[in-house]
């Protein structure tokens, strides 16, 4: 399957749910960042990924209510930067971190 594919189905569960309970239902989108490496960052996938949200957001602007990134590093601030240049402001605005580190302390 492709991202978009995967979308559609999200969408559809969503809007059965939101049918089904008469309340809009989003997607909060948490990524787990622990044992990220700059050594295995693929520049080719995370542009993929940034044209398929893009489109995704222009398909379906209701679908996607937060993306939470987990136990982030110092580089989180560079990531965000290159997200710049493939993701729309609307979905930048979508995206913020969770402070602390999921094992090993309370997060907030």
């Known amino acids: 399957k492709n991202l978009l594919q995967e979308d559609e189905i ?3 569960i969503l809007d059965a749910k939101t049918r089904e309970t008469g309340v809009l ?3 909060i989108n948490c990524v787990d960042l622990s044992g990220f490496s700059w050594s295995k960052f693929d520049r ?14 222009t398909v379906y602007p209701q679908f996607l209510a937060r993306v939470i990134a987990m136990n982030t590093g110092a ?6 930067a290159i997200g710049k240049t ?14 602390g580190k999921t094992g090993k302390q309370e997060i907030s």
């Open 10 to 12: 999200l969408f559809r």
């Open 25 to 27: 239902c989003k997607m």
């Open 44 to 57: 080719k996938m995370f542009a993929a990924m940034g044209g398929a949200s893009n489109q995704a957001n």
């Open 75 to 80: 580089f989180i601030t560079v990531l965000f």
């Open 86 to 99: 493939f993701m729309s402001k609307k979905m930048l605005e979508k995206r913020t971190k969770c402070g």
